[in-house]
C-alpha cells in the first residue's frame, strides 16, 4: 500500500539523497502529442532544500521535451526508484515553470512512497561523461569565438559549431513544435568552462579512478561534500554565468504516488 505525507519525511530525504538517478515525465495538452519519459543524473544535481522544496539541475540534451511541456502547461512527475536496498518508488506529481537563468525549486505539500517490487536489482558503477566531454568542446568554441569579437561587438557570442548553435538546432522546439529555449542560445554571455577539481565516482569504465577538470557544457564541476561523505559533482547549469539549457524553477504539488 502506499504512503501520503505532507511533506517529505527524514527517512525519504536520506534516500532520496542516495539516488545516482531518477525520471522526469511531462507531456503536451494535445491528445496526439508526445509523452515524454527522461532519465537524469549526474550526482548531486538533484537536492532537497527542507522537507517542503527540493530543486534540481538538468544538462543539455539532443531535445527539449520537459521544458516545452512545462512552458506550455506546467505538468511534471519527478519519480524515484530503489536499485539496491529495499524496494521502493517514490512520485512527486506537481507542476513546473521553466527558467533558463535560474535553479530549480519545487515547494511541496504532499509526499507519497510506494512498493518497487517489479524494480530488478542493479549495482552502480559509474556516472559516463561522454556527454559532459562533449558539450565542454563545445563550449569551449564560443569562447574561442567570443574572445575574438571586438570589445563593443552587439552581435550574439554564438560560434558556428558551439553550444549555443547547438542549442538553436536542438532546444528551442519540442517534437511537437512547442517552443523550448527562449534566450539562452541567443545570448551574449559566453558559456563558461574550464574549473579544475576532481570528480570521483564521475566516468567510465573506470569508476574507481578520479576524473580530473570534468566540465561541461551545461555544467561546471565543482566540489561538494555529498551525504555519504564524498565529493560529488556540483552542476552549476548556469555556468556561474547566468545561461542553462534545462535549469527549471520547478513549483511542485505533490498529490501522491501511485
Not at 543524473?41 to 543539455?60: A, C, M
Not at 521553466?98 to 525549486?105: K, N, R
Not at 529555449?181 to 565516482?201: C, F, I, K, R, Y
Request: with cysteine; hydrophobic share 40%.
Amino acid at each position: 500500500m502506499g504512503k501520503f505525507y505532507d511533506a517529505i519525511p527524514p527517512n525519504l530525504i536520506s534516500w532520496i539523497e542516495k539516488q545516482e538517478m531518477f525520471w522526469v515525465a511531462t507531456a503536451p495538452l494535445s491528445a496526439d502529442g508526445h509523452v515524454n519519459v527522461s532519465p537524469k543524473g549526474l550526482r548531486d544535481s538533484f537536492h532537497i532544500v527542507n522537507e517542503n522544496k527540493v530543486w534540481y539541475q538538468d544538462l543539455t540534451g539532443s531535445g527539449v521535451e520537459t521544458i516545452s511541456h512545462l512552458r506550455e502547461n506546467g505538468r511534471i512527475t519527478i519519480m524515484f526508484n530503489a536499485f539496491e536496498g529495499p524496494a521502493r518508488i517514490v512520485r512527486l506529481f506537481g507542476t513546473g515553470t521553466v527558467h533558463e537563468f535560474g535553479t530549480p525549486i519545487v515547494d511541496v505539500h504532499k509526499v507519497g512512497s510506494s512498493c518497487g517490487y517489479a524494480v530488478p536489482l542493479y549495482e552502480f558503477k559509474a556516472h559516463r561523461r561522454a556527454l559532459i566531454d562533449y558539450a565542454a568542446r563545445l563550449e569551449v568554441k564560443d569562447q574561442e569565438y567570443a574572445a575574438e569579437l571586438p570589445a563593443d561587438a552587439d552581435t550574439p557570442n554564438v560560434a558556428q559549431n558551439g553550444i549555443k548553435n547547438y542549442w538553436s538546432k536542438n532546444n528551442v522546439k519540442s517534437i511537437d513544435g512547442i517552443p523550448g529555449l527562449q534566450g539562452a542560445h541567443q545570448s551574449n554571455v559566453t558559456p563558461l568552462s574550464g574549473m579544475q577539481d576532481e570528480v570521483q565516482g564521475v566516468g567510465e569504465p573506470e569508476a574507481d579512478k578520479t576524473a580530473t577538470g570534468v566540465t561541461n557544457g551545461a555544467a561546471i564541476a565543482a566540489s561538494a561534500k555529498g551525504v555519504r561523505g564524498r565529493d560529488q559533482l556540483g552542476l552549476l547549469m548556469a555556468f556561474s554565468a547566468g545561461l542553462a539549457v534545462a535549469a527549471m524553477v520547478i513549483k511542485l504539488q505533490l498529490v501522491g504516488v501511485l
